[in-house]
């Protein structure tokens, strides 16, 4: 028996990508998570309508694949801002003051982990730890690490990013 | 692909190869750090030196040092720098030809790297782990066509048995025993998992063999492959190393290329498939039966064992699961022998274990180093002590999963059952240094933080029990606990431990009795007197200065 394929949210070509990634896989239940990273690396988040195509593309039900987008940390539901600062938060980093230079973030950009300012600038996050231990402690601005940082020097960092006063 | 094509790989590899060689270490750590525009400045200097057929710029894997990164090295003159920049290049090179360059220099002789034993990491920072040629020139994938065209599987598994590997994820359980069980199950499909989901804060092990040396892991598993009967492995790594990810799609592509993995590798009928599959951050997914869910596209919750993934694995089928380092020692050990392998180590823990070196120490970094060191010998010796001269404390081990071992008990040799009965385990290669300015109730809370936020929220011991050991450790610490809550999280503690699910809760309350165990004096004195006990110096008083 064949199943038509559904077609995607809209002719956005980003979403051949993610089909073929699927196709790749054979359409299989267990390409969800490499469809939804898919989806996340062309979108920068999953949104109602991805989650809806993939679940009929991947014939699994919607409540499996919400369930799977909403249980990894990585995966997330919410535009991002325009740059994303990530703080690490591992042991080394935190015993050389991550928590520190976390505040000293969140006061200056005025947002908490998760966060988006309101001016859709600058997001916030955190990470378990990035395994970049040896220059603890770090902050990942727009994928890029930096890492033996202070407060200060983290807080200067992300005045680079405009818009920001 | 055939011997003679390999070795003929490796002779024009090396035919090729220039007087000297300048490495660049190219890791996650020392990429933060310009490394790529160290490299691109040094290419320059190169080539307006004209030096292009003499010297050669090459991007290496991981060098060991990450605190001093960005490294440089020329062997072959036994020069090492260390904190580069990329306006030291015209130094660096000019110093190949009796300059001097303005740079940081490092000792090579240095206790950090002469006390080291490397195996897993013998490659790291020597050769470009995004060429397959480098890789083969060292020997690479001769080891798998010797188990191939020379041994049955059955003698596979005995030398992995007989050389005493044990996992290196943490539990420790005897790697040739897990290979048999395998083996021996009957199934028309088996599946080769390595874990590389390294979830432990503090711990990049895993991160650095996968970046400095993905063809040894990858050859690992082929021969794991061929031991147990299986044609397709999955490598499970985690998303938070996009460098690692990267450089394994490249090398699978090129041993897909040279066919050293497909169908009928060395004209043999044995196939062998490897496929990458990327974690989506949670830390449960290092547990085996929560990986393979995720593997299976699902949530990453684990289930009870027995059946152990060895009988039913992925999709039901028997799979056999290593750890990234685990997998990385099997080359050695195939290609130098069970019997050399078994004579590193300990009695009952053979070989050598990767830390990661990090924390208020003063050399940060990787080492490799045999079972049986002593902490005393890794932090005093290799680490150099603490960075501001101040006391050290302690070590924390296996992250949170494991304890903290204080400094009188240091001379504790480093093997999985000394560490064990001091009330830590070898985890996965954590090492984190503490002096005597950390809090270890702060400590505790942390890793309770971190095991409640990761509990995935199967089963109510782990799920409720860590929300309640968070929140009296965070009581105690706001000085608002009395003896009677320190009961109630002892009482806790013993509860989790003993009814949890899965590892991560059967492991989390470790941090909290390790700290009691040790430094319960620090609890003590941000405890309140029992509410209602009107005699300040009555029952409960004595509590606070004794053990």
Redo the contacts between chains.
């Keep these: 028996m064949k199943i038509a394929k559904p077609s995607p949210p809209s002719d956005d070509k980003r979403w051949k990508i993610i089909d073929v990634k699927m196709r790749k896989l054979g359409y ?7 469809a ?2 898919a989806v996340q690396d062309s979108f920068g988040f999953l949104d109602p309508k991805a989650l809806k195509w993939v679940a009929k593309s ?1 014939r ?1 039900p919607p409540s ?1 694949v919400y ?2 987008a909403t ?5 997330t539901l919410k535009p991002q801002g325009a740059h994303t600062c990530v703080v690490c ?4 980093c ?3 003051g991550a928590a520190a230079i976390l505040e000293g973030i969140e006061q200056f950009a005025g947002i908490k982990p998760g966060e988006t300012t309101p001016d859709k600038q600058i997001s916030l996050l955190t ?10 402690p ?1 902050v990942v601005y727009d ?5 033996r940082l202070g407060a200060d020097a983290a807080v200067e960092r992300l005045k680079g990013f405009a818009h920001v006063s | 692909m055939s011997p003679e094509e390999l070795s003929a790989i490796a002779e024009k590899t090396r035919a090729g190869r220039k007087q000297v060689c300048v490495r660049t270490c190219m890791s ?2 020392c ?3 310009r490394a790529e525009d160290i490299k691109k400045a040094l290419d320059k200097e190169v080539a307006s030196r004209n030096l292009g057929d003499r010297v050669e710029v090459r991007r290496v894997g991981c060098m060991g ?3 001093e ?1 960005p490294m440089v090295s020329v062997k072959s003159e036994g020069l090492l720098y260390e904190q580069v920049t990329p306006e030291n290049a015209p130094g660096i090179i000019a110093a190949l030809d009796g300059g001097t360059a303005d740079v940081r220099r490092g000792d090579p002789e240095h206790p950090f790297f002469a006390r080291q034993l490397p195996v897993v990491r013998a490659n790291g920072g020597l050769i470009d782990p995004e060429k397959i040629e480098d890789y083969i020139e060292l020997g690479g994938y001769t080891a798998l066509h010797h188990v191939i065209s020379e041994s049955t599987p059955p003698q596979v598994v005995e030398s992995i048995t007989r050389a005493g590997l044990r996992g290196r994820g943490g539990a420790g359980f005897p790697t040739g025993l897990k290979w048999s069980t395998v083996a021996k199950a009957k199934a028309d499909r088996k599946y080769v998992v390595c874990n590389g989901d ?7 092990m895993d ?1 650095s063999v996968l970046e400095s040396d993905p063809h040894t892991v990858i050859e690992g598993m082929a021969i794991a492959g061929y031991a147990v009967g299986a044609s397709q492995g999955y490598l499970y790594v985690r ?4 460098l690692a990810i990267s450089r394994l799609q490249i090398a699978i592509r090129q041993a897909k290329q040279h066919g050293l993995l497909g169908d009928g590798l060395f004209d043999s009928t044995f196939s062998f498939n490897v496929e990458i ?7 449960v997914c290092g547990e085996e039966t929560a990986l393979m869910a ?7 919750q684990p289930r009870p064992r027995p059946p152990f993934p060895a009988e039913r694995g992925l999709w039901g089928y028997p799979t056999l699961i290593n750890n990234v380092e685990t997998l990385a020692n099997i080359v050695p050990i195939v290609t130098r022998g069970a019997e050399w392998y078994a004579s590193l180590g300990t009695e009952k823990s053979k070989g050598t274990k990767v830390f ?1 070196l ?3 120490v003063r050399n ?3 080492i490799e180093v045999p079972m049986g060191i002593t902490i005393r010998q890794i932090v005093e010796d290799l680490g150099g002590g603490t960075t501001d001269g101040t006391r050290i404390k302690a070590v ?1 081990t296996g ?1 949170p999963s494991g304890g903290c071992i204080p400094e009188e008990l240091f001379d504790t040799p480093v093997d999985y059952d000394s560490l064990m009965k001091v009330g830590s385990i070898m985890g996965s290669g ?1 090492m ?1 240094v ?1 002096n005597e300015h ?1 809090n270890m109730v702060d ?1 505790a809370k ?1 890793y309770m933080e ?1 095991c409640m936020e ?1 509990s ?1 929220g199967k089963c109510i011991p782990c799920r409720a029990g860590t929300v309640q050991m968070y929140n009296l450790l965070t009581k105690i610490l706001a000085r608002q606990a009395t003896l009677r809550d320190l009961e109630a999280l002892e009482e806790l503690c013993d509860m989790v431990k003993s009814t949890s699910l899965c590892g991560l809760g059967q492991t989390a309350p470790n941090p909290v009795i390790s700290t009691l165990r040790y430094f319960r004096d620090e609890y003590l004195e941000l405890l309140q007197p029992t509410s209602g006990d009107h005699q300040p110096n009555g029952e409960h008083a004595p509590a606070t200065t004794s053990h």
């Design positions: 299989e239940p267990h390409a969800l998570i490499e939804l990273h991947l699994v499996r369930g799977v249980f990894y940390n990585f995966f938060l591992g042991t080394a935190y015993v050389k990470a378990r730890c990035i395994g970049a231990c040896g220059i603890a770090v994928g890029a690490p930096a890492g | 996650a750590g990429m933060s750090s040092f990450c605190g990164g390294e979830g432990d804060p503090g711990a990049f991160r998303a938070e190393y996009p599959r990327i974690g989506a951050g949670a830390f995720s593997i299976e596209g699902r949530r990453g990661a990090t924390g208020k940060n970094g990787l924390q992250g954590g984190v503490m950390t400590v942390f971190f990761e995935c």
